[in-house]
Structure formats: structure tokens, C-alpha cells
């Protein structure tokens, strides 16, 4: 052993060999860096570039904002995926190895991952068959969440709240849950009740009410208006005020009428009761 240790020292050309070829080692290894990072932001500045192409080609096409959404990110990640194994392989990483190692991985990744790719099939399935689309007001039964809808990406989708909150929920439960629509349809039928007390005259409200209705400029006047007794109750009779809107006129539209309409009754002296309770006392003899 000693032997080989002296002999070891005896030839030091492997050290020389070594330590000449460094710097170019060095180099070499430097300049493929260099190259790959080159390659890399270039990559990400082109990726940006097709997208931008393909997202005004969609739009010139007529395609929905959600199906540019989902694509433009679906594109996104597949693309950098893409630009990552090029990089890889341009520092000499065997790109059969890199195909054998994703494929492995890909199946662990995707046992994992169930969730998140019932969620992408969920996405497909909004973008085929249109529940709901990019700006439309949705009731996430599932989620119990509603909103307008501002994005649909490839695994969520995102909605803005009344008070300006984002609540981002995934496609699995909006395409496995019930969902309702409130603004598909153009017009929104109004219903108010108001209770009037059993004292007043209906016939007297009725008329008063109606003519509110006729008055209000956001009620469209060529749909059906009505004005009814909607119930009985224990403390007032209950009327129901019935008309039609447009979709985006609709909370405006409400409020003026649930305003007007105290104001209404109070000029044709109908009285609004408050909940009454009937007390009667028995004395023993």
C-alpha cells in the first residue's frame, strides 16, 4: 500500500493533465451558462410573444373571453415545460432520460394530483358546455360563493364579489355542482312584499302601488306588471309587487322601488303595521 502511495506521487501527470485543462473547463462550462440562460429568457420573451398572437387571433375570431382565458394559460404552461426541457438539454442531459424520468413522474405526479385534473376536466367541460360565461353574475351552490365571473383559467376560476372581494374556486366543483345563472337571461323579474295593515283599503294600495310602478323608469313597461295580495299573515295583509327590469338595472331597480314604495303608502295614508300580538287576560273567579 505504501508502494502505491508513493508510486502515486511519482506520477502527478493526471494532476497537471488536470489542473491545465480546468480553465477550459471552466470556460466551456461558463459559455453553456451563459447559453442556457440566453436561451431561457429568450424562450420566456417568445412564449409571451405567442400567446399575445394567439390570444388577439381568438379575439379577431369571435372566440369568448373565458375559452382565450383557459387557452392562454393551458399555452403558458405547456410552453414553459417545453422551454425548461430544451434547456436541459442543451447542457448535454440525454433527452431520452428526461422522457423516461417525466414519464415516471408523471404518474406519481398525477396520482397526486387527482384533484387538480378533475378541476382541468372540469374547466374543459365549462368551456364545452357553457354554464356560465366571462362576466355573467353565478351562484356556486358547491362552493357557496357567488360573484361575477372575471376569469376562467385552466384549473380555476375566479370571481369578483359585490364588495370587490376575488374568490377563486376550482372548476371540479362548478362542473360537479349546481350553479345558477342569475344574469344568462336579459330581463330580471322584480318581487317585492310589503304588508299593509288589515284596516287599510287594498283596493286604495293596489292602485297607488301600481302607479308607482308606472312611474319608475327602470321598470320596462311592456312586461307584465302586477300588484296582489300575496297572503293573509297574523299581523297585515301581505302584498306583492311584481315587474320586469333589465339584468344590469336590476339592484337599482329594487332599492327605488323598495324606497318608493314607503313613500307610496304613506301618501295614500295606508298604514305599514308593525308585528302585533293579541293578550288576553283572564281572571279567576
Excluded at 120 to 131: D, E, F, S, T, Y
Excluded at 147 to 168: F, H, M, P, W
Aim: glycine share 8%; hydrophobic share 50%.
Amino acid at each position: 500500500m505504501v508502494a502505491s502511495i508513493l508510486s502515486f506521487f511519482e506520477k502527478p501527470q493526471f494532476l497537471t493533465e488536470f489542473f491545465e485543462s480546468l480553465p477550459n473547463r471552466i470556460l466551456d462550462l461558463g459559455i453553456r451558462v451563459l447559453l442556457a440562460i440566453v436561451l431561457f429568457f429568450l424562450g420566456i420573451q417568445l412564449i409571451k410573444i405567442f400567446r399575445r398572437i394567439v390570444k388577439k387571433s381568438m379575439d379577431h375570431a369571435g372566440a369568448e373571453l373565458g375559452a382565450i382565458q383557459f387557452v392562454d394559460s393551458f399555452l403558458k404552461i405547456a410552453l414553459n415545460v417545453v422551454l425548461v426541457f430544451t434547456v436541459a438539454t442543451s447542457f448535454g442531459v440525454d433527452a431520452t432520460s428526461i422522457v423516461a424520468l417525466l414519464g415516471s413522474a408523471g404518474v406519481a405526479i398525477g396520482l397526486a394530483l387527482q384533484g387538480s385534473l378533475s378541476n382541468l376536466a372540469g374547466g374543459v367541460l365549462i368551456l364545452i358546455l357553457k354554464p356560465f360565461m366571462v362576466g355573467d353574475y353565478i351562484i356556486s351552490h358547491g362552493a357557496g360563493q357567488e360573484g361575477t365571473v372575471s376569469e376562467i383559467q385552466i384549473i380555476y376560476t375566479k370571481l369578483t364579489t359585490g364588495d370587490n372581494k376575488v374568490v377563486v374556486i376550482p372548476n371540479g366543483v362548478l362542473a360537479n355542482n349546481s350553479i345558477t345563472n342569475v344574469t344568462a337571461a336579459h330581463y330580471r323579474r322584480v318581487d317585492i312584499l310589503v304588508g299593509i295593515s288589515y284596516d287599510s283599503d287594498i283596493r286604495v294600495a293596489k292602485e297607488a302601488l301600481m302607479e308607482m310602478l308606472k312611474q319608475e323608469s327602470l321598470v320596462i313597461k311592456e312586461k307584465d306588471m302586477s300588484v296582489f295580495v300575496n297572503e293573509l299573515a297574523a299581523s297585515s295583509i301581505n302584498m306583492g309587487i311584481r315587474c320586469w327590469c333589465k339584468k344590469e338595472d336590476y339592484w337599482t331597480c329594487r332599492c327605488n322601488l323598495n324606497e318608493n314604495t314607503k313613500y307610496t303608502l304613506d301618501k295614500a295614508g295606508i298604514e305599514i303595521p308593525f308585528n302585533q300580538l293579541d293578550v288576553h287576560m283572564k281572571q279567576d273567579s
